[in-house]
């Protein structure tokens, strides 16, 4: 009776130990998911962020081109709007009488001694654009994605 007391009580004692080691397998098996998992998010944040920042580069490549020309041809610089721009910020921009260019927030912008811009991520789809030659020429701009491709949706300020 002796023994089987002490062998019930070494079975109690290795199956308390299997589970013991089996949750913390476990543990390490969730850990590792969650560790997986978070990079796979940064790595998603990082490409969206470098698409959105993509998208503006691109965006005042083209714009600051176009502007550069003399006389600037409206009608392709109303096609690189239409491209890069949401339908409701062409809108808003098709309503205002501004005396001023809202992408580079200045009246006579010399986009041939300006620098490309430098874009700053602000918040999450919130970039400020700014240029060296030119301090004084902030703009922040909002966008938005849809169909995997960024539009700029708002430009703060825009009045």
Known sequence: MGNRII????LAIVISILFSCNNSES???ESMATNETEEVL???SNNEDE?????LYNFYTEYLSQIAKF???????KGIKSSY??????QILDTLELDYDPFTNSQDFDSNTANQPTITKKSDLSYMVSF????EYTITLFLIKE???????????LY
């Not at 721009?85 to 062409?90: A, H, P, Q, W």
């Not at 060296?132 to 301090?135: I, T």
């Open 51 to 55: 698409q959105a920042r993509s998208t």
């Open 27 to 29: 543990e390490t098996v």
């Open 7 to 10: 062998n019930l009580k070494s």
């Open 132 to 135: 060296a030659n030119y301090n």
């Open 71 to 77: 006389p600037v041809d409206e009608k392709k610089l």
């Open 42 to 44: 940064l790595s998603q």
């Open 85 to 90: 721009c949401s339908d409701r910020l062409l």
């Open 147 to 157: 169909k995997d491709k960024y539009y700029i949706d708002s430009i703060l300020d």
